[in-house]
Every structure is written in C-alpha cells, then in structure tokens.
T-cell receptor
Framework: DAKTTQPNSMESNEEEPVHLPCNHS???????IHWYRQLPSQGPEYVIH???SNVNNRMASLAIAEDRKSSTLILHRATLRDAAVYYC???????????FGDGTTLTVKP | DAGITQSPRHKVTETGTPVTLRCHQT?????MYWYRQDPGHGLRLIHY???????DKGEVSDGYSVSRSKTEDFLLTLESATSSQTSVYFC????????????FGSGTQLSVL
C-alpha cells in the first residue's frame, strides 16, 4: 500500500493561513488524495479529496503537485476550532485498504 | 452527519472473554470499515466489508473477526480479548467506491483488564 509522510506537528497563529504538507512519493495512478481531521475524543472528519487538479471546498483547499508525489492542505484563515490532528491518506479505486499515518498535530495560537 | 451508530460507546471486559462491537448505518453505503486507534497514533485498519457477506482483512486483523449479514450492520468480534486489544475502535462507511470519502462513527472505547 502506498504510504504518506507528514510532519508530526505544526503551529499557526489565529486568522493566518496554514499550509499542511504531505508526501506520497509512491502514489499510483488510481490513488485519490484524501485529508481528514480529528478533534480530541471524536472520530475523524472528512476535509477534502482530489485526484490531479487542485480542489476547493468550504473547509479548505487542496493543492496537488504536478507529479502527484506531494500535496498541501491549505486552511485559508485558521481558527482555534481548526486545532486538530490532520491525516493525509491515499484511497484507491481498486483496493479497499487505506493506511493512516500518525498525522500532523496542528496547534493554533490566539 | 452521516448516520453511523457504534455500540457500546464504552466497554470494560476481562482478558479471555469474547466481545462484540456493533456498527449500524442508515445511509445504505456499500463499504464499511473497522479501525483501531491507540493513544498518540493514527488509525489502523482491522477489517472491511464491500457488501453483505463480503469482507477482507486489513493490516491488523489477527485476533479479530467480522460479519456483515445486513447492509446496515457490521460486527467486530474479539473471540478472546487480550490487554493488547485495549483501544478505541472506529467504524467508517463509504458510499460506492474505495476511492470515496469516509464517514466515521464516534468510536467505542474498549478496555481489556
């Protein structure tokens, strides 16, 4: 299964943009890049996903490198409620298994 | 929020006893998954199902079995619980394809003493 690599932790100031990186150098053509976040004592929550093109939704933007070996989740204006563990995972059309790494713990400072 | 209910929410049991966790969905989604999460770590896939009576192993399936007799229910059984199976267990569902987004339940905290 293709793996992802993320920094263990990042910090941001409130109301500033946050760029969370993810490396997936062994990504295959059928792998979609997904991002989830997990607040304390809760299940993970879907944030965004994409295949090749950059994607935007009400929560965040996803920038995908041209070679697809890396991606960046962009939170445009961080709030205190965005403090969470963020997971980048790959989901394939031909495999049921998705591997979660340890994610990035985002701390947002007021 | 996706209609996913995990039961029980908390359970304490003794080593060697059987335990069954239930995941119930009201979304009629095809795929269902069981993950475990240990403190400070990400989620690890135990088993998943791609339809009624169709299941497959994940990365940490030893000591666990699953069953799916109806679309809406996915059961996870620990035949003989061990202390190493103390964890938080999350159920997830996804609609049609393995590339689609996952919706997670609220989790079951299992303590094996």
């Amino acid at each position: 299964d293709a793996k992802t690599t993320q920094p263990n932790s990042m910090e941001s100031n409130e109301e500033e943009p946050v760029h969370l990186p993810c490396n997936h150098s062994t990504i295959s053509g059928t792998d979609y890049i997904h991002w989830y976040r997990q607040l304390p004592s809760q299940g993970p929550e879907y944030v965004i996903h994409g295949l090749t093109s950059n994607v935007n939704n009400r929560m965040a933007s996803l920038a995908i490198a041209e070679d697809r070996k890396s991606s960046t989740l962009i939170l445009h204006r961080a709030t205190l409620r965005d403090a969470a563990v963020y997971y980048c995972i790959l989901r394939s059309t031909n495999a049921g298994k998705s591997t979660f790494g340890d994610g990035t713990t985002l701390t947002v400072k007021p | 929020d996706a209609g996913i209910t995990q039961s029980p929410r908390h359970k304490v049991t003794e080593t060697g006893t059987p335990v069954t966790l239930r995941c119930h969905q009201t979304e009629n989604h095809r795929y269902m998954y069981w993950y475990r999460q240990d403190p400070g770590h990400g989620l690890r896939l135990i088993h998943y199902s791609y339809g009624v009576k169709d299941t497959d192993k994940g990365e940490v399936s030893d000591g666990y079995s699953v069953s799916r007799s109806k679309t809406e229910d996915f059961l996870l059984t620990l035949e003989s619980a061990t202390s190493s199976q103390t964890s938080v267990y999350f159920c997830a569902i996804s609609p049609r394809g393995t590339n689609e987004k996952l919706f997670f339940g609220s989790g079951t905290q299992l303590s094996v003493l």
